[in-house]
């Protein structure tokens, strides 16, 4: 005997559709962002964003790092 409505099937998939259409929040973590030139690396500033990345492209931004400098520059999660 089946159970009327979607069925097993259909309702997962409408349950998948139904989820996919909501953006997902990113998490923002703050960054530690470091100069590499010499040892020890050269602290930067802390950065809000949420990976790596966009943390390297607001350090540039906000710290007007020099374009020979933008290339050494890590982030690493702050705890």
Same mark, same amino acid.
């Given at each position: 005997?089946?159970?009327? /409505? *979607? /069925?097993?099937? &259909?309702?997962?998939?409408?349950?998948? *559709?139904?989820? /996919?259409?909501?953006?997902?929040?990113?998490?923002?973590?703050?960054?530690? %962002?470091?100069?590499?030139?010499?040892?020890? #690396? #050269?602290? !930067?500033?802390?950065? &809000?964003?949420? &990976?790596?990345?966009? #943390? !390297?492209?607001?350090?540039?931004? $906000?710290?007007? !790092?020099?374009? $020979? &400098?933008?290339?050494? *520059?890590?982030? %690493?999660?702050? $705890?």
């Amino acid at each position: 005997m089946r159970a009327s /409505g *979607l /069925g097993f099937l &259909d309702a997962r998939l409408y349950i998948r *559709l139904m989820r /996919g259409g909501r953006k997902r929040e990113r998490r923002v973590a703050t960054w530690e %962002v470091s100069r590499l030139k010499a040892s020890p #690396a #050269a602290f !930067i500033g802390l950065i &809000d964003a949420p &990976d790596e990345a966009s #943390a !390297i492209k607001a350090a540039i931004k $906000q710290f007007a !790092i020099r374009p $020979q &400098d933008q290339k050494r *520059l890590i982030a %690493v999660r702050h $705890q």
